[in-house]
């Protein structure tokens, strides 16, 4: 049962940021923009979330608020995404660029500035937050069974972004700005027949999208990469792209994508603890790869059952048919 709780604790340390990063994808998609950038995004946000608690722990402020500073580098974190997805949609939707190759470029770059900046002002390459300002943990070793899951050893990421993630779904296919951004990733040329304003929709679509990335990213450092901002993200960027294929571009798909992804990224991590897999003796770095491996057999098995929005990557030119 010990056994059980820990992996299921750990799958969901590690689905969580890639499920509203998923979630992030599909609404730059849905609003017709490819966001191959999503990567990129989630290393900026982090870095830039814990630059945030750094410069609070050294000009000692808000020591004792550990929740508070937690919830505001979030934030910063989201913020810091969306401003930089605005390079991906200035680029796309008003210099009509190939999406592809922009979101490649913005990945390449976020690494780049990551390490400048941080040589050039903290002479270092990586930024590691103090421990008591990684995560905020909720321990509560004394619940029965599995409540354990959710609320011992939870990190207040958790709750935010669950609550994020449903509320944004709901948002996004109930409300009317929710269906008039879906309607530019699927008929451009008829949203705008009706008044929509294509252009801006992409934009909000992008930026959303964009800020979904940099909370993802400062989650995962915070509660999965001890608190270490650097100029990789393990490939999560990627990993919620293809949890956003495999959904099938759906809230409800990719809630089942991330989890499964989230189980097999914790088995390394757990492998050590576990006696069935410590007994089979494979080093944990075989496990690690195991996710990467499924990712290119999802693309490959949905490759011809795609859902994607039918105008996605396809610049908008006003009057065309």
């Not at 937690?70 to 913020?79: L, S, T, W």
């Not at 999965?224 to 100029?231: C, D, H, K, L």
Request: charged share 10%.
């Amino acid at each position: 049962m010990e056994n059980l709780i820990l992996i299921l604790q750990r799958t969901l340390i590690y689905a969580i940021p890639l499920l509203i990063v998923a979630l992030g994808g599909v609404f730059a998609e849905r609003s017709g923009v490819i966001n191959l950038a999503l990567e990129g995004e989630m290393i900026f946000g982090a870095f830039m979330g814990a630059i945030f608690v750094y410069l609070l722990q050294k000009n000692g402020v808000w020591l004792d608020k550990p929740q508070l500073t937690f919830i505001c580098a979030m934030a910063v974190g989201a913020a810091s995404g969306a401003l930089y997805s605005l390079l991906l949609s200035f680029s796309a939707i008003k210099l009509k660029s190939d999406q592809t190759i922009g979101g490649t470029a913005l990945n390449m770059l976020a690494p780049a500035i990551v390490n400048t900046f941080g040589l050039v002002f903290f002479l270092q390459e990586k930024i590691n937050m103090p421990y008591t300002f990684r995560g905020y943990v909720i321990i509560n070793n004394n619940l029965p069974g599995l409540l354990r899951i959710f609320f011992d050893k939870a990190y207040l990421s958790t709750f935010v972004i669950v609550f994020l993630f449903v509320a944004l779904s709901l948002w996004l296919y109930k409300s009317k700005i929710g269906t008039h951004l879906r309607a530019c990733g699927e008929h451009p040329q008829a949203a705008d027949s009706v008044g929509i304003n294509v252009s801006r929709m992409r934009y909000l679509g992008t930026t959303i999208s964009g800020a979904l990335a940099g909370l993802g990213g400062y989650a995962y450092i915070a509660t999965v990469a001890n608190g270490t901002a650097e100029a990789t993200i393990g490939g999560m960027g990627f990993l919620a792209l293809a949890i956003m294929i495999f959904g099938n571009w759906n809230p409800v798909g990719i809630v089942i994508g991330a989890l499964m992804f989230g189980f097999l990224k914790c088995i390394g991590a757990v492998s050590s603890s576990i006696p069935l897999l410590a007994s089979i003796g494979l080093p944990s770095y075989f496990y690690n790869i195991v996710p990467y491996v499924v990712v290119l057999v999802v693309l490959v098995i949905f490759r011809k059952k795609s859902g994607c929005p039918k105008a996605e990557g396809i610049p908008y030119e006003k009057g065309q048919r």
